[in-house]
């Protein structure tokens, strides 16, 4: 059975509205439709432009807009399609966007950008950039306090963060609490057993390193949990003391340093759990992960690269010597001038890394020589990537 869209009636003044599809994100600057047609248990559709699908009518069904099969409010489907349509429905074309009437009676409207938007083998439109391996030449995206505090300057921020996993605020006011507050424009802070929000200062009775003067090599906070951490933020208060440099590295291009190097010591590193634990008089927090995660395209998901943080190397007796071998052969590289970045932060400066991608560190500084405060927190990426789609819509 087939229904060719030009046989179809247009709209009249008794026809419905536009179709609304529950969507935030804009989609009415689409083509309309020209053509729809039942075609091999779907419809096939012809926009303005030429382009052309066909989307299977259980598709259609399952993705109707209208408030019995989506919550007015919430946007949230309220239908389930348990059974195969066997009966196609009938088509009409109006005013260049489609509506299904099938033969229970439901009746389904579709706003033809939105379909343009989902057509299959298309991605959608992604306000999320892509990550990017810093190259010779990285620095850092700068954006100041008061463009932040703008929805332009946010999304710039955002998008340099997710994009290079590294981004700096600069010429913020001096004052205590600040990184809670711009943290918490993009969302809730995430608590650690350091608390939702801390102070990287020397003090007595450390029960990490952060909290001492030593310079801290390079590495990733809280690999001894399931999840670390994906975002942390530092904010500098005082920094009057002698040393103290900060240090970074992009794991995205020393994974990859490493896969030209030494194929076979990646394979190691990312095939082999080993311990990581964190013990102090109330915590006792571990877990046994690999120091690199990467995906199935061979790319990097997560690092946990921190020594201080690693257990006693349980392994095989046959493994452990290429274990090490592979290991150092990874912290030579991220030490290296080739890979690393340094810079002394500011007072009035945040800055915010990936902490699954970019680690960190610091020189050692001399707390007699003056006063070194920073203060952090930590986000969840999912906060960042649902702030940036928000501003996205609008900028």
């Known amino acids: ?26 989609y009415q600057t689409g083509p309309a439709l020209t053509q729809a047609m039942l ?21 259609l069904r399952d993705h109707c807009a209208c408030q019995e099969c989506r919550h007015p409010q919430t946007r949230e489907r309220l239908y389930l399609p348990l059974e195969a349509i ?32 989902r057509r299959p083998n298309i991605m959608l439109p992604s306000a999320v950039p892509d990550t990017k391996p810093w190259e010779d030449s990285f620095t850092p995206e700068r954006v100041s306090h008061s463009d932040f505090l703008t929805p332009q300057g946010e999304k710039s921020w955002l998008t340099a963060m997710l994009r290079d996993g590294l981004a700096l605020i600069t010429d913020g006011p001096v004052v205590e609490e600040e990184v809670s507050r711009l943290a918490e424009r993009i969302g809730p802070l995430r608590a650690t057993n350091f608390g939702a929000r801390f102070d990287v200062r020397s003090k007595p009775n450390p029960n990490n390193a952060a909290y001492t003067a030593i310079g801290l090599p390079l590495h990733i906070d809280l690999p001894n949990w399931r999840q670390p951490p994906d975002i942390q933020l530092l904010y500098c208060l005082q920094n009057e003391a002698s040393g103290g440099e900060s240090l970074f590295a992009d794991g995205a291009r020393v994974v990859e340093a490493l896969r030209q190097q030494d194929p076979a010591a990646l394979a190691i590193l990312s095939k082999t759990p080993i311990d990581f634990r964190f013990q102090d008089e109330t915590h006792d927090i571990s877990i046994r992960a ?18 201080w943080i690693r257990d006693a190397l349980h392994l095989p007796l046959e493994q452990i010597d290429t274990w090490y071998s592979a290991y150092a052969l990874l912290w030579k590289l991220f030490h290296s001038e080739a890979h690393q970045l340094e810079f002394t932060l500011r007072p009035g400066q945040m ?11 610091r020189r050692e500084f001399d707390p007699n020589s003056g006063a070194r405060h920073l203060q952090g927190t930590y986000l969840d990426r999912d906060m960042l990537t649902s702030r940036l789609r928000v501003l996205a819509r609008n900028v």
């Open 1 to 26: 059975m087939n229904n060719a869209a030009q046989t179809m009636p247009t709209a009249t003044k008794d026809s419905p509205q536009t179709p609304e599809m529950g969507e935030l994100t804009p």
């Open 39 to 59: 075609a091999h248990g779907g419809v096939a559709l012809e926009w303005q432009d030429g382009q052309q699908t066909t989307l299977p009518l259980l598709w």
């Open 86 to 117: 066997t009966e196609p429905p009938s088509l009409l074309l109006l005013d260049g966007h489609l509506q299904l009437n099938w033969q229970d009676g439901h009746v389904s409207a579709f706003h033809s950008g939105w379909l343009y938007q």
């Open 290 to 307: 690999p120091v690199i995660t990467l995906d199935s395209e061979g790319a990097l998901v997560e690092m946990r690269l921190n020594n």
């Open 351 to 361: 800055i915010a890394f990936d902490n699954h991608r970019v680690l960190h560190g």
